[in-house]
């Protein structure tokens, strides 16, 4: 089966230090998210990945803060921005497989720690 | 109103029991359903995913939708304790059929 790899799989910060994490998988897909999930909570959307165009963001989340790009149909990038505390979190991205269902298959996600 | 609930508490089943779980979405443009299995520290897992009225089964899943009442279900047959975990129900609408989550449930499975 196909893989989702992402990295890094977990980080420590400094407030106000920038982190870009990395989603590579191993079979095209058509489209690319990345949500996030809080302590204790469930799946955010931040937003939807276009391959070679920007971002297609969710409302409460914004480009400056979390620049996202899509060079090729398998490689996505998440930077999370001028990082505080309220960021300490897991990152996580999805991909739907060219010629399958349209179901979201997640990869296993970074989890942030922002001091 | 959220986009997606999940109102039950944790969910305590013996094992080989039926463990049955509800959702609810609030936008009618919502097209497709999924459920997902998330076990503690882990990311989320597809289980299954149902975008017709009616009844799906694979295995020991039923996922069940109901378009008039905005009303998925899951239901666990002969559950297992490998099963205790959270479930996580999403709809997915819109171009990009971007999905919305509820907060999950949390199933137990006591052997």
């Known amino acids: 089966s196909a893989v989702i790899s992402q990295k890094p799989s977990r980080d420590i910060c400094q407030r106000g230090t920038s982190l870009t994490i990395q989603c590579q998988v191993d079979?095209?897909?058509?489209?690319m998210f990345w949500y996030r999930q809080q302590p204790g909570q469930s799946l955010t959307l931040i937003a939807t990945?276009?391959?070679?165009?920007?971002?297609?963001?969710e409302s409460g989340f914004v480009i400056d803060k979390f620049p996202i790009s899509r060079p090729n149909l398998t490689f996505s990038t998440l930077t999370v921005s001028n990082m505080s505390p309220e960021d300490s979190s897991i990152y996580l991205c999805?991909?739907?497989?060219?010629?399958?269902?349209?179901?979201?298959?997640f990869g296993d996600g970074t989890r942030l720690s922002i001091l | 109103q959220k986009e997606v609930e999940q109102n039950s508490g944790p969910l305590s089943v013996p094992e080989g029991a039926i463990a049955s779980l509800n959702c609810t979405y609030s936008d009618r443009g919502s097209q497709s359903f999924f459920w997902y299995r998330q076990y503690s520290g882990k990311s989320p897992e597809l289980i299954m995913f149902i975008y017709s009225n009616g009844d799906k089964e694979d295995g020991r899943f039923t996922a069940q939708l109901n378009k008039a009442s905005q009303y998925v279900s899951l239901l666990i047959r002969d559950s297992q304790p490998s099963d205790s975990a959270t479930y996580l129900c999403?709809?997915?609408?819109?171009?990009?059929?971007?999905?919305?989550f509820g907060k999950g449930n949390q199933v137990v499975v006591i052997p």
């Open positions: 079979s095209q897909v058509t489209m």
């Open positions: 999805s991909v739907v497989f060219y010629e399958s269902d349209r179901a979201q298959h």
């Open positions: 999403a709809a997915g609408r819109g171009w990009n059929n971007r999905l919305a």
């Open positions: 990945a276009n391959q070679g165009s920007e971002a297609t963001y």
